[in-house]
Nanobody
Framework: VQLQASGGGLVQAGGSLRLSCAASGRAISTYAMGWFRQPPGEEREFVAAISRSGGWTVYEDSVKGRFTISRDNAKNTVYLEMNSLKPEDTAVYYC??????????????????WGQGTQVTVSS
């Protein structure tokens, strides 16, 4: 499966963005999906994950209540709605697909396929 992340950009603190991850080559319904991010000079970190069916989600503590992960299997796309953005959310955001787990994981090593990343910059 190939993943294409989009929707990043420059936004002021308190603003919103919606990231999309479009899949091609295989039905996305066969994968648990995750979003990760890599701030400048730091390691890649977990943001959110969603099960194959979309009925289960999990979030990193700092984004709970502000970010929402969702999926539309008919459109072969996963989304990350980001509200109340903060400067510390600035990072390259990546989507990823997990072949083996139904529920997804917060561990990046559990994912088999990665998109190319989309830059999110939040100004103060």
């Amino acid at each position: 499966v190939q993943l294409q992340a989009s929707g990043g950009g420059l936004v002021q603190a308190g603003g919103s963005l919606r990231l999309s991850c479009a899949a091609s080559g295989r039905a996305i319904s066969t994968y648990a999906m995750g979003w990760f991010r890599q701030p400048p000079g730091e390691e890649r970190e977990f943001v959110a994950a969603i099960s194959r069916s979309g009925g289960w989600t999990v979030y990193e503590d700092s984004v709970k209540g502000r970010f929402t992960i969702s999926r539309d299997n008919a459109k072969n796309t996963v989304y990350l709605e980001m509200n109340s953005l903060k400067p510390e959310d600035t990072a390259v955001y990546y989507c990823a697909a997990d072949t083996y787990r139904f529920y997804g994981s917060s561990n990046p090593s559990g994912y088999d396929y990665w998109g190319q990343g989309t830059q999110v910059t939040v100004s103060s």
